[in-house]
């Protein structure tokens, strides 16, 4: 049986949603007995370039998060209002839902899980923070075991794509907001980045699940990253510090005189020492570090927007509610907690596999070895980046080669002529490139 998606929206994350669910071949299973149904979007008829059938589409929202034959509502439209409605319709009706929208869970998560737990149905929102790095599951379930300390992102790829030019160029705030909006890594009204506006709604949502209470927006402190300048970067590197937006919610310790249990909830432009993890997440990726007891550091990292890899994470959502609704209805094994494959994985034997190999060889230091050593690969394909002699090691040359990409059989077939020639004392080191 096939579950059935109503899909709201097909902008960037819509599309690349639709795209996955229209090429389930070589992914899990799963999504095959996956369906869009109908798709939400302003004008039905606008061409597109998905393959899509336009019997699907339809600009009557309401009619899909109402529909009996909707198992699931992919709320990708974005914006507070008509997303909020949306999603409170489709619970009333029975729907599960999956949506990316930060700013409605931020902002109305109290009146949306309310509704879920009341109809017993789920409300996923992997993509929401993080785009395509799983962070909420890891929150949710993976983690489920620890007490969190804290939990510390630069959850804002467009802020961390303008420090890090800043820090590589020495240029200020403004030109490299500028040219960012030029590029197409800033948008025209910048603030809901800039400000620290949407790294607010995804701590706000991280910081609810990782300390399982429900959090209040405007409790979250802000500050933007207008006002950090190219001397303060100059300083952050002279002194041995990166400048990056972080969002921190942590866990503050009851003392004696104040017991209270209380969070810190802060966005804000940070000086990074440059041994912290985070200090090298550079452009427009994202990181999140969680600090728990006993885990104690663990970090995700990835894109934190794109088509690609926040629909990555909008199906994996579906998939989990889909694996629910079959268990539900059919007697088997979870189908995302069981093994489900029998075959066995084709291997590619080492010989075949191309890589890239450092060798140290050690030789007389006579006229012709490293030409005779060059021959050697040439005569069997193995192409050369580098060769270089370092210097003597006691009375032998010390010759060092990197190779490009070449086939592994190829160059160790290589390695055993240069084993036989004269001149060579041994190979004491080999190594592979990445
Ligand atoms: N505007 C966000 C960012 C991406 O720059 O990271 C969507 O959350």
Redesign the pocket.
């Known amino acids: 049986m096939a579950y059935k998606i109503g899909l709201l929206g097909l902008g960037t994350v819509g599309t690349g949603t639709a795209e996955i669910l229209l090429s389930p071949e070589g992914r899990h299973p799963l999504l095959q007995e996956l369906e869009i149904h109908k798709v939400g979007v302003r004008t039905p008829d606008k061409p597109r370039t998905l393959q899509i059938s336009p019997d699907v589409l339809t600009a009557d929202l309401e009619s899909i998060v109402t529909d009996p034959a909707v198992d699931i509502v992919v709320e990708l439209i974005g914006g507070l209002e008509p997303a909020r409605s949306l999603i409170l319709k489709a619970i009333a009706h029975g729907k599960h839902v999956v949506t990316?929208n930060?700013a409605v869970i931020a902002r109305y998560g109290d009146e949306i899980f309310t509704a879920a737990n009341e109809k017993g149905i789920y409300v996923m929102l992997e993509a929401?923070?993080g785009?395509g790095i799983p962070i909420i599951s890891p929150l949710k379930q993976s983690l489920g075991a620890n007490r969190i300390q804290s939990v510390t992102g630069i959850?804002?790829?467009?802020?961390?794509?303008i420090l890090t030019r800043m820090t590589a160029e020495g240029a200020d705030f403004s030109e490299v907001l500028a040219d960012a909006q030029r590029l197409g890594?800033?948008?025209a009204d910048p603030t809901?980045?800039v400000d620290g506006f949407?790294?607010a709604d995804?701590l706000a949502i991280l910081a609810s699940l990782a300390f399982a209470g429900r959090i209040k927006l405007e409790e979250v402190y802000r500050e933007g990253i207008g006002q950090v300048s190219a001397a303060d970067i100059a300083y952050a590197e002279k002194l041995g510090f990166a400048i990056k937006l972080l969002a921190i919610a942590k866990r503050e310790q009851p003392t004696g005189t104040d017991p209270t249990d209380r969070l810190q909830l802060r966005v804000h432009p940070t000086f990074v020492p440059k041994t912290h993890p985070l200090a090298s997440i550079n452009g427009?990726y994202?990181a999140i570090l969680v600090e728990g007891e006993p885990i104690g550091q663990v970090m995700f990292y990835g894109r934190?927007?794109g088509a690609g890899p926040?629909a990555s994470a909008v199906v994996s959502d579906i998939m989990n509610i889909a694996a629910i609704l079959k268990t539900e209805t059919e007697p088997i094994p979870h189908p995302l907690l069981s093994c489900a494959h029998q075959h066995y994985c084709a291997i590619a034997p080492m010989d075949e596999v191309m890589a890239r190999f450092y060798a140290r060889f050690l030789t007389k230091d006579e006229p012709g070895v490293i030409g005779k050593l060059g021959t050697c690969f040439g005569n069997h394909g193995v192409s050369l980046e580098s060769i270089v002699q370092t210097g003597m090691r006691g009375d032998l040359s010390e010759i060092v080669v990197v190779t490009h990409d070449v086939r592994e059989g190829n160059f160790r077939e290589a390695l055993e002529d240069i084993r036989n020639l004269e001149g060579i004392a041994s190979i004491p080191s080999l190594l592979r490139v990445l």
Do not use: F, I, Q, S
């Open positions: 990316a930060k929401a923070v785009g959850v804002n790829g467009t802020t961390n794509y890594y800033a948008e809901a980045d949407d790294a995804k427009v994202n934190g927007a926040t």
